[in-house]
């Protein structure tokens, strides 16, 4: 068979192990933190973003529920807008492109291993690679890290093949990679740059001009959209892109998931969702070090990435587990290529172990060390919210206390306000500048709303955003008393509450609203006059 035809029959079978059963969880529903149960919520702002996109257009500047989404360049949001505007609306179409990044990713560490050891190997890598549960997850989720992960498997897998970037194509490659890495996470997509810094220190290389040539690609590439929102919406881009994201979550992030020290949350997660990773590399490890110490290249490549990659994952301060999704590579790479696998009769008794291991995870349902294939356990709020949607009323929808992940952002609904009782103030510390510019608003505010709107709209010009539809998309009680006083001035709104609520409704509320309990310890408040219309929010529908 010729080699063309070989390569493109392994990525299918690839896209195939990654991809079965995607579309099985909805949006936001599968755990991006097995083992801490935090659920993948940045997919409901990425697909709300990618909707707009590719149902009403606006592909320069990605938007969430109406307001500017500035925190990362938009490279996802454009490919899984693209992707459901030319193959529909649906979940498939929303995850496609970062699957066909994952299997791409996974194809180049196999073809590595495959030229640097051999086929043995390669499949040994290939089978880690899938069985990885973060490899997995992250491959059929709508969110970031895959694409970078791609990224710098490809700036990496060309410097490998020519560490001095000697020929035009590879001086290319290098450049478009890095780019397209900065393009999907800001300057993670640097860390290709910083890992051949370090392999060139180990190796005793020098920098030539072909580097210059492959930095002025990135810039050529990456420069022209950072320009214009720097111009065009410069507030802005400085408050989410630099303040909020670089400076606030990478040194004082506003809260952590949990209360454990970087190397801890890490080092914990690396081991429970992946124990036989583990183990490997803690058995290749001596050799790896001792072949970088020889300058072998492969392994002082190995490591710098090693390095640079956990320096940047624990040198930034706001703890996520997607980001230990970058160290996978090098350590799968490094696992099946030094130590006891490294050997052809080692490669050959690792891969039906592998292929166990992998058929065991595929089986084992919900330990943080499987792979779902899509059995994560649906958001506590998916059924209620669906049937609330099929509904089709055009009242607005405040939902307290959320338990969906903002997946009703990507629901049909004419306009959805997020209610949370944050006596700490909490809402706010993520994102102080939403106050001024009205997106979070108090309670009381919300009561006035039509009095302080005017305000709020001449803030978000000033922002360059001549829009009021993200005002009051989130509103900030007190207390759930202040929620009770909400529902009586908002006779008009549907209201999504926590059981708690029922007992401490006046009688009153029967005049305004009809009580429709749901499961799931919630019920929803049905206002009677449906009449009323919500400002619209643009078209979106729903993920199918």
């Known amino acids: 068979m010729p080699r063309l035809a070989r390569t493109l029959l392994l990525f299918a079978a690839l896209l195939a192990v990654l991809g079965f059963g995607i579309s099985r969880s909805g949006v936001a529903e599968p755990f991006s933190d097995p083992l ?5 919520q940045d997919e409901s702002a990425y697909a709300n973003g990618a909707l707009r996109m590719a149902t009403a257009g606006g592909w320069l500047t990605p938007r969430f529920m109406g307001r500017y989404l500035l925190i990362k360049p938009p490279l996802l949001v454009w490919l899984a807008g693209f992707s459901m505007k030319i193959g529909g609306i649906s979940r498939f179409a929303l995850r496609l492109p970062v699957l066909v990044a994952g299997a791409l990713a996974t194809l180049l560490l196999i073809v590595w291993s495959a ?90 290389l020098r920098p030539t001009a072909a580097l210059a040539k492959a930095l002025a690609v990135v810039a050529v590439l990456a420069g022209p959209w950072h320009i214009y929102q720097a111009i065009a919406h410069g507030r802005w881009f400085w408050t989410d892109y630099v303040k909020i994201q670089l400076l606030g979550f990478g040194l004082n992030p506003p809260a952590q998931p949990v209360a454990e020290g970087a190397i801890q949350f890490y ?28 300058r072998k290249h492969e392994a002082a490549l190995l490591l710098s990435w090693m390095l640079v990659t956990a320096a940047a994952v624990l040198a930034f301060q706001y703890r996520n587990l997607p980001y230990l999704l970058q160290l996978i590579p090098p350590l799968s790479l490094a696992a099946t290529g030094f130590g006891p696998v490294a050997s052809r009769k080692g490669g050959r008794l690792a891969v039906p172990v592998l292929a166990a291991v992998f058929c065991a995870k595929a089986i084992a349902g919900t330990p943080a060390w499987a792979i779902s294939y899509g059995a994560a356990p649906p958001l506590p709020a998916a059924a209620a919210l669906r049937w609330y949607a099929g509904l089709s009323r055009p009242n607005e929808l405040l939902a307290v206390n959320t338990d969906d992940e903002f997946s009703a952002s990507v629901m049909p609904l004419p306009k959805v306000r997020y209610v949370f009782v944050d006596p700490q103030g909490m809402t706010l510390r993520y994102a102080p500048h939403y ?7 108090s309670a009381s505010q919300f009561d006035e709303l039509e009095r302080w709107e005017l305000l709020f709209q001449r803030h978000l010009q000033e922002w360059g955003l001549d829009s009021v539809e993200p005002v009051a998309t989130v509103v900030v009680a007190n207390s759930a008393a202040e929620v009770v006083h909400m529902i009586s001035t908002h006779p008009q709104s549907d209201f999504y509450l926590p059981e708690d609520f029922l007992g401490q409704l006046p009688d009153t509320v029967n005049a305004t609203h009809s009580i429709s309990p749901f499961a799931g310890r919630r019920f929803f408040l049905l206002a009677r006059d449906s009449r009323y219309s ?11």
């Open 36 to 40: 801490s149960l935090i659920r993948s």
């Open 267 to 294: 080092g914990k997660r690396l081991l429970f969702t992946d124990p036989f990773l583990s183990a490997l590399v803690l058995l290749a490890l001596p050799f790896v070090l001792h072949a970088a110490k020889e």
């Open 435 to 441: 106050g001024y510019l009205g997106i979070t608003v």
């Open 115 to 204: 030229k640097a050891h051999s086929w043995w190997t390669a499949a040994a890598t290939g089978l880690l690679l899938v069985a990885n549960p973060l490899w997995h997850t992250f491959s059929r989720l709508c969110y970031t890290d895959m694409l970078l992960a791609a990224a710098i498997i490809a700036a990496l897998f060309t410097l490998w093949r020519d560490p001095e970037l000697s020929r035009r194509e590879s001086i290319l490659a290098f450049g478009v990679s890095v780019a397209a890495g900065v393009m999907a996470k800001n300057i993670a997509g640097l860390l290709p740059v910083a890992i051949l810094a370090i392999f060139y220190l180990l190796v005793r």
């Open 534 to 544: 919500a400002r619209p929010t643009g078209k979106l529908l729903l993920l199918e």
